[in-house]
């Protein structure tokens, strides 16, 4: 595809997923950390409101705590979905796990949540124990995504539910932008996936789609500012001024460019048969 910063992008011909030359190999997303989480408690309303609309989306695709309350949420960093999807409103029952040692202290003695310190095809969860298990912005960053399908597959009870954020890369915006695309960010974005290639990974014989829609992302006006610096400095000051004044640099912005996407899948019992 193109070659960045020493990488080199390919694609499957077949199932569509891109990756760079060597994202096979690594082992550990541990190995990709420092990389990750970065102002994860500044950022906290911003957090709070992509839970909130994955939440919705749960909900719109019938995918209630009324149908039986136990989540994972994989990767679930500072806890921020976890503790949205607490609420008595939402009603889970959530249970995260997450391989950054900071991220986890913070989610278990600031949020009072329920999270375990490993990797998820490592953590030692029962099979079939979970109603719905996410994967918010993190399916990208997992090593040996085979296994991590066929973990959560075993790890949902029959009829379970999966949801995945994730961005794609057949997006308009995604296409437009070329190897410019902000989320081509090797090493610790390993996967860039399609339409297509999440449904070969949730093979139809394994998984019913049941949904499939771009999602705003919901970012900071600190972070949309600063990502303006490099590309129109006099607005991004102008506006970094507007928010000061406002009082509202914490503010979430939604950025809608479609390449930003939410996918459900619920896990199918003719495979068991
Ligand atoms: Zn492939």
Not at 143 to 161: H, I
Request: with cysteine; proline share 6%.
């Amino acid at each position: 595809m193109f070659s960045m910063r020493g990488y080199d992008f390919v694609c499957c011909e077949w199932c569509d997923l891109a990756m760079y030359r060597g994202a096979e190999q690594v082992e550990s997303s541990e190995a990709l950390l420092p990389l990750r989480y970065p102002d994860y408690v500044t950022d906290a309303p911003v957090r709070r409101r992509q839970a909130r609309q994955a939440l919705r989306w749960l909900s719109r695709a019938g995918v209630e705590a009324s149908r039986g309350p136990h989540l994972l949420d994989v990767g679930c960093a500072a806890g921020f979905f976890m503790s949205e999807a607490a609420r008595p409103e939402y009603g889970w029952k959530p249970l995260g796990c997450d391989v950054n040692g900071d991220v986890v202290s913070y989610a278990r003695y600031a949020l009072g949540l329920d999270v375990l310190r490993s990797e998820f095809l490592d953590a030692p969860f029962a099979a079939g124990s979970f109603d719905v298990i996410t994967m918010l912005s993190v399916l990208q960053h997992l090593p040996r995504p085979r296994q991590v399908e066929q973990r959560a597959y075993a790890l949902l009870r029959p009829g379970g539910v999966i949801a995945i954020e994730t961005w794609n890369r057949r997006s308009l915006a995604a296409r437009g932008m070329g190897s410019h695309w902000h989320v081509y960010a090797p090493p610790s974005c390993l996967w860039y996936h399609s339409h297509r290639s999440l449904s070969v990974l949730f093979s139809s014989d394994r998984w019913k789609p049941l949904r499939y829609v771009a999602a705003p992302k919901w970012i900071s006006v600190r972070h949309a500012t600063s990502a303006m610096k490099s590309a129109a400095p006099r607005l991004a000051s102008v506006a970094r001024r507007t928010f000061r004044v406002t009082q509202a640099s914490r503010t979430a912005l939604p950025y809608v460019a479609g390449d930003h996407v939410l996918a459900i899948f619920q896990r199918d019992e003719r495979a068991a048969a």
